[in-house]
């Protein structure tokens, strides 16, 4: 099993510019969410989703849009890619929510924007 | 102030050390998890307890609910053991809040 995997894994945009990062499980897990973390902050979670067709917003959703078309797959789309986006972008999958759930994570995809 | 602070952010050991690193968070929890992110970027569960403690191989977790506070224990720390270690907290949003991670060095 692949556990959870993200394409690309770095990528450099202009601003203005727009892009999808992909994220994918083998594990038939329900919930997958997408985060992002900067320097001096904790992962901060964009949006997540609760199950195939489902998206909700997390922490940070602005500028930013998800879909869940298929249970596997989760994308996190970027419309118009500003400076501020420049982050290392984390996906993770959980086969719950409850308390005692643990996520597993991708490894991460790098991007920066100028 | 954050809802989950992490103590220290930084710190350097020497191989053999016992270390902990400590979790102080603000809010009502029904679980705190601790996680291990490694120098290449990926990110691990390490731990996830609601009381007491938990111990696998080397690394023990404990959480006092009363007083908000959690700590991570490495005893004989390695090399191998440098990472960012994350404290994690499962609120009444049912979404996990993060810490913001402590930089572990251990020096052989």
């Known amino acids: 099993n692949a556990g959870v995997t993200q394409t690309p894994k770095f990528r450099v945009l202009k601003t203005g510019q727009s892009m999808t990062l992909l994220c994918a499980q083998d594990?038939?897990?329900?919930?997958m969410y997408w985060y992002r973390q900067d320097p001096g902050m904790g992962l901060r979670l964009i949006h997540y989703s609760v199950g195939e067709g489902t998206t909700a917003k997390g922490e940070v959703p602005d500028g930013y849009n998800v879909s869940r078309l298929k249970k596997q797959n989760f994308l996190l789309g970027l419309e118009s890619a500003a400076p501020s986006q420049t982050s290392v972008y984390f996906c993770a999958s959980s086969e719950t929510s409850g308390r005692n759930n643990e996520q597993f994570f991708g490894p991460g995809t790098r991007l920066t924007v100028l | 102030k954050n809802e989950v602070e992490q103590s220290p952010q930084n710190l350097t050991a020497q191989e053999g050390e016992f270390i902990t690193i400590n979790c102080s968070y603000s809010?009502?929890?029904?679980?705190l998890h601790w996680l291990q992110q490694h120098p290449g970027g990926g990110i691990v569960s390490l731990f996830m307890l609601s009381s007491g403690k938990k111990k696998h191989g080397r690394l023990i977790a404990t959480i006092n609910i009363q007083e908000k506070h959690s700590s991570l224990h490495i005893t004989a720390s390695h090399p191998r053991d440098s990472a960012v270690y994350i404290c994690a907290v499962f609120g009444s949003g049912s979404r996990l809040t993060f810490g913001e991670g402590t930089q572990l060095t251990v020096n052989p």
């Open positions: 809010v009502g929890i029904s679980a």
């Open positions: 594990m038939n897990h329900e919930y």
